[in-house]
């Protein structure tokens, strides 16, 4: 049975890999004919931008971003977190309201927050 998976980067990724294997994980759950958004809230909104991995002591993600948009699943951000952050977003994440992305979340068989 197919499932509508979540996964939620919503933590700053100054000095950790917590966002990355957040990402990681979401490109393993494409394995199965799940059907995966990643959803780039609050301070994960930096992920879903133009990050200078080096400069923040980050982990690149830009390999797993690209992965994830050549298979065809759903990126999103916030949009009031972009806005706010002045954060222009990477091409092929598109930016949602906040009842989008609660709306997302409500349908989703399993949502993992990162």
Known sequence: MKKKIAVIIRRT????????EGLRMAVGATLRDD???VM???E?????GQLHSGIVGAKDTSE???????????LVADED???????????????????????LIADSDVVIPW
């Open 81 to 103: 977190a972009a806005k706010a952050r002045n954060i222009e977003l990477l091409p092929g994440i598109e930016p949602i309201s906040h009842d989008m992305i609660a709306q």
């Open 13 to 20: 990724p100054f000095n950790t890999i917590r966002n990355i």
């Open 40 to 42: 780039f809230l609050d």
């Open 44 to 48: 994960g909104i930096r992920h879903a």
């Open 35 to 37: 059907s995966v958004t």
């Open 64 to 74: 797993e971003i690209e992965m994830l948009k050549m298979i065809a699943y759903s």
